[in-house]
């Protein structure tokens, strides 16, 4: 549990860098990706490797309450990775889509893994971990928006959000 809170203190650091840098500007949502991932993952055992890969149909930009509100989920997506998906493996894939919807405000963002994906308990609502709620709370009413999880080949979650106007 320590471990847990020590990883979303150090998440949250690295968001308010980030945001430090840029005097409070929107942020690139590929580069909050890349910093918060990478920042989390630097607990992951030496002997094992994960690889994130940021696929973004365009420069997608998000403000800084957004981005607070991203780094929160993508810091738990990546702890999950640590704790469930590179558990058998010496290299884990890590796949983040990110888009924007023509003509709207929306954001389209999904984050897969090649580990063995969510157990059916998850799936059905019937088990869920305190970073599921975390992650369904901070999308739901903090970013406006809708989250599913399902596996396809690993563990995929896929957000939907409104985003802030800059």
Same mark, same amino acid.
């Given at each position: 549990?320590?471990?847990? @809170? ?13 945001? !430090? ?6 942020? %690139?949502? *590929?580069? @909050? $990706?890349?910093? $918060?991932? !990478?920042?989390?993952?630097?607990? %992951? ?5 994960? #690889? ?37 493996? /010496? =290299? ?18 999904? %984050? *897969? ?6 157990? /059916?308990?998850? #799936?059905? &609502? /019937?088990?869920?971990? +305190? ?7 901070? +999308?739901?009413?903090? #970013?406006? &928006? =809708?989250?599913?999880? *399902?596996?396809?080949?690993?563990? +995929? +979650? ?7 106007? /800059?």
């Amino acid at each position: 549990m320590l471990n847990d @809170l020590t990883n979303r203190i150090k998440a949250l650091s690295t968001v308010h860098q980030l945001l !430090s840098d840029s005097s409070w500007s929107p942020l %690139f949502l *590929r580069d @909050l $990706v890349l910093q $918060v991932s !990478s920042s989390a993952l630097q607990v %992951f055992p030496q002997d094992r490797q994960v #690889l994130v890969e940021v696929i973004s149909t365009d420069q997608v930009t998000v403000t800084p309450k957004d981005a607070h509100n991203l780094a929160i989920v993508i810091n738990e997506l990546a702890t999950n990775v640590i704790k469930y998906a590179a558990s058998d493996s /010496e =290299t884990t894939h890590v796949r983040v889509d990110i888009c924007r919807e023509k003509d709207t405000r929306y954001i389209r963002f999904s %984050f *897969r893994d090649d580990g063995p994906g969510f157990p /059916e308990t998850v #799936l059905r &609502g /019937e088990k869920r971990r +305190v970073g599921m709620y975390l992650m369904e709370n901070t +999308v739901c009413h903090s #970013l406006r &928006g =809708t989250i599913e999880f *399902r596996n396809d080949q690993g563990a +995929v +979650v896929s957000i939907q959000f409104i985003r802030d106007v /800059e």
